[in-house]
Every structure is written in C-alpha cells, then in structure tokens.
C-alpha cells in the first residue's frame, strides 16, 4: 500500500492543523495505522494509532487531551486532528500502516508502509 501524508504547515502555538494520511493500492481494512514524529536530531517517535476495523485509539502521554485520530472508511484516508500546538510538537509527522498486535504498536518497526512526511511548524 502507498501512503500520502498532508496537512503540515507553519501555525502558531495554542493553534491547529489537521493531517490527513491516504491510501492508494489497496484499502486499509484490517490494518492499524499509526502517525510518528521525528524532531531535528531525535529519533521518530510514536504519536497515536488507530485500528481501522473497531476504532480502537491509542495516544503517546505528550498528546492525549490535544491530538485526535480518526478515519474516514469511505475515503480510505486517516486524520490527526492537533490542536493545543506547542513549539515541541514541531517534527516531520509520518503515516504508517501495518498488521502489529496492540503491544508492538508503539514502535517504529512494526510497520511496514509508510508515507512520505509533512513538516509542522509551531512557533511560540
């Protein structure tokens, strides 16, 4: 499956943007599909899951209360509504989807497609 990431841009703390994450090749129809960070000079980290039949979320503690993820079955497409944005929130934020258990789902490694990235910007 290729994934396209988009919605990054330049936004001002306390501001939101909404990323959008879309499927092409195959649907995501029982996959969990993930959004990780990578900050200049960290390494990628996990932000919020989601398991495309069921719903079921997940959230790293810096986001929970602030990012929403979601899916539209009907486009084929996965969000991450940000809102709250901090200056430490800025990363190039990447899509993936796979087929991890719940306990993998936080790491990196058990996906295995992956979008391209979309920066975002927050400016204090």
């Known amino acids: 499956v290729q994934l396209q990431a988009s919605g990054g841009g330049l936004v001002q703390a306390g501001g939101s943007l909404r990323l959008s994450c879309s499927a092409s090749?195959?649907?995501?129809?029982?996959?969990?599909l993930a959004w990780f960070r990578q900050a200049p000079g960290k390494e990628r980290s996990f932000v919020a899951a989601i398991t495309w039949t069921g719903g079921g979320t997940y959230y790293a503690d810096s986001v929970k209360g602030r990012f929403t993820i979601s899916r539209d079955s009907a486009k084929n497409t996965m969000y991450l509504q940000m809102n709250s944005l901090k200056p430490e929130d800025t990363a190039v934020y990447y899509c993936?989807?796979?087929?991890?258990?719940?306990?993998?789902?936080?790491?990196?490694?058990?996906?295995?497609?992956w979008g391209q990235g979309t920066l975002v910007t927050v400016s204090s």
């Open positions: 090749g195959r649907t995501f129809s029982g996959c969990r």
């Open positions: 993936a989807a796979g087929l991890p258990p719940i306990s993998a789902a936080f790491f990196s490694g058990s996906y295995n497609s």
